[in-house]
C-alpha cells in the first residue's frame, strides 16, 4: 500500500530542520526570489533551482557564480552572464513555470568526472519498516541530474561508493545512510501520519558528507 503522498518538497525539508541532527545533512534551502538566490551563491557559488512539485529531474537547473559572472545550466546546456540581473531575467524565462525553492549547491563525489547520487527506498510492511533498495545512480556524461529517466546508470550503493570515494569504508558510508534514513523515516512520519512509501535522495560530497537531497513519498 502506497499509503499517503506528499507532493511539497518545502513542506518536507521543513520537517526535517526541526530536527537539529538531521539539519546539519540539509542543503541551505531558500522559497525562490532574487534576493535569496543571490545569496545562496555570493555563500556557496552555486544553487540548484528545482520545482516546489515534481520528480525525475524535471525543470531542474544549476546555477553558479565565480569570478564575477554568473550563469547556470539547464540540462546539458549552459550559459554566461556578466550580471545577476541579467541572468536571473534569463534564468526566469528558462525555468518551467511553477513555484521553485532554491538548494545550496553541493560538489559530488564523482566516477569518471561524472556525478553520483543516491536512492534508499524503504516502505511499511505489517507496521514495520524495512528496506527495499539502495542505489547508486551516475549521471550521464554530460549531465548534473542523476535521475535514469534523464539517461543516468544504476549502480549498486557498494559500487558507487567505491568507484567515487575511493579508500572509504563502504560499510561504515552504507551504515551512516541507513542510520540517517531511520532517523528520517520518524520525523516524517511523525509530520505526515500516513505516508507508506519513502524514497530518500543522498548526495555524498568529496569530503565523504552525507546530505539529504529529498524525500519523496511516491519513490520511482
Known amino acids: 500500500m502506497a499509503g499517503r503522498q506528499l507532493a511539497d518538497k518545502w513542506l518536507k525539508t521543513e520537517a526535517l530542520l526541526r530536527n537539529p541532527e538531521v539539519a546539519l545533512h540539509v542543503p541551505k534551502t531558500r522559497k525562490y526570489s532574487a534576493k ?5 551563491l555570493r555563500q556557496f557559488g552555486m544553487a540548484v533551482i528545482k520545482p516546489v512539485r515534481g520528480g525525475g529531474g524535471y525543470g531542474v537547473i544549476k546555477v553558479f557564480y ?27 524565462k528558462t525555468k518551467v513555470d511553477r513555484k521553485y525553492i ?17 536512492r534508499v527506498k524503504v516502505a511499511k510492511q505489517n507496521g514495520s519498516w524495512v528496506y527495499r533498495s539502495m542505489l547508486g545512480r551516475l549521471a550521464r556524461p554530460g549531465l548534473f541530474v542523476t535521475n535514469l529517466s534523464r539517461g543516468g546508470t544504476q549502480l549498486s550503493a557498494g559500487e558507487g561508493l567505491k568507484r567515487s570515494l575511493g579508500k572509504v569504508s563502504i560499510r561504515k558510508k552504507r551504515g551512516e545512510m541507513r542510520s540517517l534514513t531511520n532517523k528520517c523515516i520518524t520525523i516524517m512520519e511523525s509530520a505526515f501520519p500516513g505516508v507508506g512509501e ?23
Do not use: C, H
Not at 535569496?36 to 545562496?40: C, E, H, K, N
Not at 565565480?66 to 526566469?92: C, E, I, P
Open 198 to 220: 519513502l524514497g530518500f535522495d543522498y548526495g555524498i560530497d568529496a569530503r565523504g558528507k552525507i546530505w539529504i537531497f529529498e524525500v519523496n513519498t511516491r519513490p520511482q
Open 66 to 92: 565565480a569570478g564575477g559572472s554568473y550563469g547556470f545550466t539547464y540540462m546539458s546546456r549552459s550559459r554566461s552572464f556578466k550580471s545577476f540581473d541579467a541572468m536571473f531575467n534569463a534564468l526566469n
Open 36 to 40: 535569496a538566490l543571490q545569496g545562496v
Open 102 to 118: 532554491i538548494q545550496q549547491g553541493v560538489q559530488l563525489a564523482r566516477i569518471g568526472g561524472r556525478p553520483i547520487d543516491y
